[in-house]
């Protein structure tokens, strides 16, 4: 049973870290390339950042660029987004996906707030 369970989330000052963690199971992560999603309330999902299978390439949404990495550790099953400098309309719930399939994780709530 493939399963993405999500980790990490929480409330932080604005200027404070976070990383979440997503944790695959069922499947072999290291064939896949992982994504990270947030949704905002109110506004559609969007894409925050992709890592290749091997972790050799990373792309990432412009706005996010200098706070945010996308990182992974095959041999721990992991996807990582470390999150810096974090900002109030950073607020959402984040998902991490298997970037070419329709397995989600279960989402992970990131509040900005002082």
């Known amino acids: 049973q493939v399963q993405l369970v999500q980790s990490g989330g929480g409330l932080v000052q604005p200027g404070g870290s976070l990383r979440l963690s997503c944790v695959a199971s069922?499947?072999?992560?290291?064939?896949?390339?992982m994504s990270w999603y947030r949704q905002a309330p109110g506004k559609e999902r969007e894409w925050v950042a992709t890592i290749n299978n091997l972790g050799t390439s990373r792309s990432l949404t412009d706005s996010l660029k200098g706070r945010f990495t996308i990182s992974r550790d095959n041999a721990k099953n992991t996807v990582y987004l470390q999150m810096n400098s974090l900002k109030p309309e950073d607020t959402a719930v984040y998902y991490c996906?298997?970037?070419?399939?329709?397995?989600w994780g279960q989402g992970s709530q990131v509040t900005v707030s002082s």
């Open positions: 069922g499947f072999s992560l290291s064939d896949y390339a």
């Open positions: 996906k298997a970037t070419s399939r329709g397995w």
